[in-house]
T-cell receptor, first 110, second 114 residues
Framework: GQQLNQSPQSMFIQEGEDVSMNCTSSSIFNTWLWYKQEPGEGPVLLIALYKAGELTSNGRLTAQFGITRKDSFLNISASIPSDVGIYFCAGAYNNNDMRFGAGTRLTVKP | NAGVMQNPRHLVRRRGQEARLRCSPMKGHSHVYWYRQLPEEGLKFMVYLQKENIIDESGMPKERFSAEFPKEGPSILRIQQVVRGDSAAYFC????????????FGEGSWLTVV
């Protein structure tokens, strides 16, 4: 699996601020997934998107499947200290071609 | 519904020994994936298996690494003659037999080669 382009690589924000990260690809996908990984743990699925243009929320998290099917973004509103971690995007066309971004490392200062 | 189960969680091996990592997928999942994560890096695809078949091993090193997913029992990632550079977290993931591309990860196996 090739890597997606995920940005930014890292973010240092103040508690209460909003966060935005995105992933882009030269290939089209029919699934976009967003995961969060905390130290010493495996990635945990946050949001799954299956249709172009789809906008899905999970609490303070909102993600969108780009209309071109080549990008996706994840927003976190009103960040809190426990949002700290590494956020990965993943795109897939088929089960055997899942590609991951390099991750966005989020630090939240109280 | 139990999640993806990996064991051991932590494994220490001396250079030259063998490491065996096990993964039991979620119930109803027959697709298994192995990923490697080096410290401070992202997830690198290694291999994708279905029961008794290797579908895509394009991310597997050509030597010393092998994977299987037998008809009965867990998937095994085997690393022979380990070297220091094999020290990493190895994550297994599984996906349903039908209905989408969503994959779910286990908690990982941390291999340390000393």
């Amino acid at each position: 699996g090739q890597q997606l382009n995920q940005s930014p690589q890292s973010m240092f924000i103040q508690e209460g601020e909003d966060v935005s990260m995105n992933c882009t690809s030269s290939s089209i996908f029919n699934t976009w997934l967003w995961y969060k990984q905390e130290p010493g743990e495996g990635p945990v699925l946050l949001i799954a998107l299956y249709k172009a243009g789809e906008l899905t929320s999970n609490g303070r998290l909102t993600a969108q499947f780009g209309i071109t099917r080549k990008d996706s973004f994840l927003n976190i509103s009103a960040s809190i200290p426990s949002d700290v971690g590494i956020y990965f995007c993943a795109g897939a066309y088929n089960n055997n071609d899942m590609r991951f971004g390099a991750g966005t490392r989020l630090t939240v200062k109280p | 519904n139990a999640g993806v189960m990996q064991n051991p969680r932590h494994l220490v091996r001396r250079r030259g020994q063998e490491a065996r990592l096990r993964c039991s997928p979620m119930k109803g999942h027959s697709h298994v994936y192995w990923y490697r994560q080096l410290p401070e890096e992202g997830l690198k695809f290694m291999v994708y298996l279905q029961k008794e078949n290797i579908i895509d091993e394009s991310g597997m090193p050509k030597e010393r690494f092998s994977a299987e997913f037998p008809k009965e029992g867990p998937s095994i990632l085997r690393i022979q003659q380990v070297v220091r550079g094999d020290s990493a977290a190895y994550f297994c993931a599984s996906s349903p037999d039908r209905g989408g591309n969503t994959i779910y990860f286990g908690e990982g196996s941390w291999l340390t080669v000393v």
